[in-house]
C-alpha cells in the first residue's frame, strides 16, 4: 500500500529556514517521479518541486527555483524539501504526492493515480 506522511512543518519567522520531510512506503523512489505542492490560503494549489523518474534529477518551476531544493534519501525512503529565506507569502500546506508528472521544463501536476500525504502547515510570521 502506498503512504506518503509528511512532517515538519511549523511557525517559522521571515527569513528562516525549513526543512520538509515525506516519509514514503509501499514503493520505490527509484520507479515514480515525487513532488511537493503546497496550497495557500484561499489559493489553488501549485507545484513546487518534483523529481524525475526518468532521470532522478530535480525540476521546479520558474517562480519555484532558488529558494526551493528537493531532494532524497533512498535508504530512509524519504523526500525532502528545504526552503530558504522565508516570506509570508510561503505560508500554506504543504503535501507531497507519488506518481506525479514531472517534465524537465518545471512543470508538475498529480496524475489519476497519486497517491497523497495529509499535509504539512508552513506559517512564515513574525
Known amino acids: 500500500q502506498v503512504k506518503l506522511v509528511e512532517s515538519g512543518g511549523g511557525l517559522v519567522q521571515p527569513g528562516g529556514s525549513v526543512r520538509l520531510s515525506c516519509a514514503t512506503s509501499?514503493?520505490?523512489?527509484?520507479?515514480?517521479?515525487i513532488g511537493w505542492f503546497r496550497q495557500a490560503p484561499g489559493k489553488e494549489r501549485e507545484g513546487v518541486a518534483c523529481?524525475?523518474?526518468?532521470?532522478?534529477?530535480?525540476y521546479y518551476p520558474d517562480s519555484m527555483k532558488g529558494r526551493f531544493t528537493i531532494s532524497r534519501d533512498n535508504a530512509k525512503n524519504t523526500v525532502y524539501l528545504q526552503i530558504d529565506n522565508l516570506v509570508p507569502e510561503d505560508t500554506g500546506v504543504y503535501s507531497c504526492a507519488h506518481d506525479i508528472y514531472c517534465s524537465t521544463y518545471g512543470v508538475l501536476r498529480p496524475a489519476g493515480s497519486s497517491v497523497w500525504g495529509q499535509g504539512t502547515q508552513v506559517t512564515v510570521s513574525s
Open positions: 523529481l524525475s523518474s526518468a532521470d532522478g534529477r530535480p
Open positions: 509501499g514503493f520505490s523512489l527509484d520507479d515514480y517521479a
